[in-house]
Nanobody, 127 residues
Framework: QVRLVESGGGLVQPGGSLRLSCAVPGFLLSSYAIGWFRQPPGKEREGVSC????????YYADSVKARFAVSRDDVENTVYLQMNSPKSEDTAVYYCATLKQEYCSGAHYAPWLIDRWGQGTQVTVSS
């Protein structure tokens, strides 16, 4: 059974940096677009970023554009989300997911467009 495993979450100070990883052991990740999502406390889950298969095209939510960077290593079957200059409003549980499509069209996706979810990793931005 395919599992997505997020790691790298934790406590980070505003203005610091943190890198989240999404590993998919034994899975051909290269054929899937991968999305990063987050759920802030008391709020609905929202799209953060997406990276396409094949051409690696990237999309970001306006709230994280120019601060976060998504990348993928298809040899290691891992996708990364580099969080730079995080703000308190970035505090959330972060999830990665495989999409039911190879190419991203934005940062936000309806649940029926998601193939598999990871278990999530908590990111807390606080001084």
């Amino acid at each position: 059974q395919v599992r997505l495993v997020e790691s790298g979450g934790g406590l980070v100070q505003p203005g610091g940096s943190l890198r989240l990883s999404c590993a998919v052991p034994g899975f051909l990740l290269s054929s899937y677009a991968i999305g990063w999502f987050r759920q802030p406390p008391g709020k609905e889950r929202e799209g953060v970023s997406c990276i396409s298969a094949h051409d690696g095209s990237k999309y970001y939510a306006d709230s994280v554009k120019a601060r976060f960077a998504v990348s993928r290593d298809d040899v290691e079957n891992t996708v990364y989300l580099q969080m730079n200059s995080p703000k308190s409003e970035d505090t959330a549980v972060y999830y990665c997911a495989t999409l039911k499509q190879e190419y991203c069209s934005g940062a936000h996706y309806a649940p029926w467009l998601i193939d598999r979810w990871g278990q999530g990793t908590q990111v807390t931005v606080s001084s």
